[in-house]
């Protein structure tokens, strides 16, 4: 086993703001909703589809996996949020391969979260709609209650916008 060594935390780094806090968390639960609807869908029941359409929407086999895949995909991504407010998004834990105890280059987490949230913002963006445009394999209420665990997932790219906006304010107040 190779040992690293542990870089320690920056003590010129501000907390973050309470603020940045909440909303840092917010972004890493706004994606439980839905996901929690998707493993319904991979666990067999219709969860709003009328049988034809769920049966057209291929949820079984590798759909199951697939809806999975992007939920705990998904959820792995909010979680990441975390790491611009807590101290393992300043020195990489030692468990991660390779970089484990390595402090992350701080621009490219900037970037890539912006990027994150832009990107975010937009694809997520349409569930704000959803309702305005009836999928025709749904029951109308399982359309309605399908829209309403989306809709929290338009909160997601501006919500880690603000806190990626706060975890760069702090950096560079304290000049790193």
Known sequence: MVHMPTTQLDTRLPPPPPWAVRAAHAAALVTVPSGIWRLLLA???????????YE??????WGAVYVVGLTVGGELLALLTLGLIRPWGEVLPRWVPVVGGRRPNQRAVTVAAGLGAGVLTLALGQFAFWWA?????????????A???????VAW???LAAVTLAHHRRRHAAGL
């Open 133 to 145: 445009f009836p999928h025709q394999d749904m029951t109308p209420l399982g359309s309605t209650i």
């Open 43 to 53: 666990a067999g029941f219709t969860a709003g589809y009328t049988e034809a359409g």
């Open 56 to 61: 057209a929407m291929g949820f079984t086999g």
């Open 157 to 159: 790219g501006p919500l």
């Open 147 to 153: 829209g309403i665990l989306y809709l929290p997932l």
